[in-house]
Each structure stands twice: as C-alpha cells, then as structure tokens.
Nanobody, 125 residues
Framework: QVQLVESGGGLVQSGASLRLSCAAS????????MGWFRQAPGKEREFVAA????????YYADSVKGRFTISRDNAKNTVYLQMNSLKPEDTAVYYC??????????????????WGQGTQVTVSS
C-alpha cells in the first residue's frame, strides 16, 4: 500500500521559515516526480512546487519562486519543501504528491496519483 506522510507544518510568524518533509513508503519512488500542493480554506488546491525523478528539474508557482525550495532524497524516498520568508497568504494545508507527468505538466493535479494527508501551515502577521 502506497503511503505519503507529511510533517513539519506549524504556526509561525511572518518572515519565518519552515521545512516540510514527505516520506513515501510502499514502493520506490525514485523514478517518479514529486510535488507539493496547498489548499487554503475556501480555495481550490493549487500547485506549489515539483521536482523530477532525478532532482535535476524543479518547478515553482510564481507566488513562491525565490522563497521556497524543493528537494528530494531518493535513498530515503523523501521530498522536502524549504519555505523561507513566509507570508500570511502562504497559510494552507500542504500536500505532497507522487506522479508521472509524462506530458510535462508538473503543475497539474491530474498528473499525480498518490497524495498525502496534508500538514497545516499557518503564518501569522
């Protein structure tokens, strides 16, 4: 059974940093893309960042570019999201996902087949 478990969320002040982790189990994910999405109350789930299987290509939403960094450790089946200079508008539940964006659409939710349960990030002003 495939399982993705996120951790590292919390309540921080504006300008602070957090590092999210997502550990995958149940199968090796080294050949799959991994992504982070987020969903704020009353809003649709949106793309945040993604990384290809080898870690050589990274993709970011414009809203987080320059502040967030995605990385992965295939030996640990884990993907990370380093979030710096957090803003109140970053408040959301953050989900990791695993997929195989053959079409190159790393930001598309439909390309991801497995999802974690989410971790809450709250940024106070």
């Amino acid at each position: 059974q495939v399982q993705l478990v996120e951790s590292g969320g919390g309540l921080v002040q504006s300008g602070a940093s957090l590092r999210l982790s997502c550990a995958a189990s149940g199968r090796p994910f080294s050949t799959y893309a991994m992504g982070w999405f987020r969903q704020a109350p009353g809003k649709e789930r949106e793309f945040v960042a993604a990384i290809n299987w080898s870690g050589t290509n990274r993709y970011y939403a414009d809203s987080v570019k320059g502040r967030f960094t995605i990385s992965r450790d295939n030996a640990k089946n884990t993907v990370y999201l380093q979030m710096n200079s957090l803003k109140p508008e970053d408040t959301a539940v953050y989900y990791c996902a695993v997929g195989d964006p053959a079409s190159g659409s790393y930001s598309a939710k439909y390309e991801y087949h497995y999802w974690g349960q989410g971790t809450q990030v709250t940024v106070s002003s």
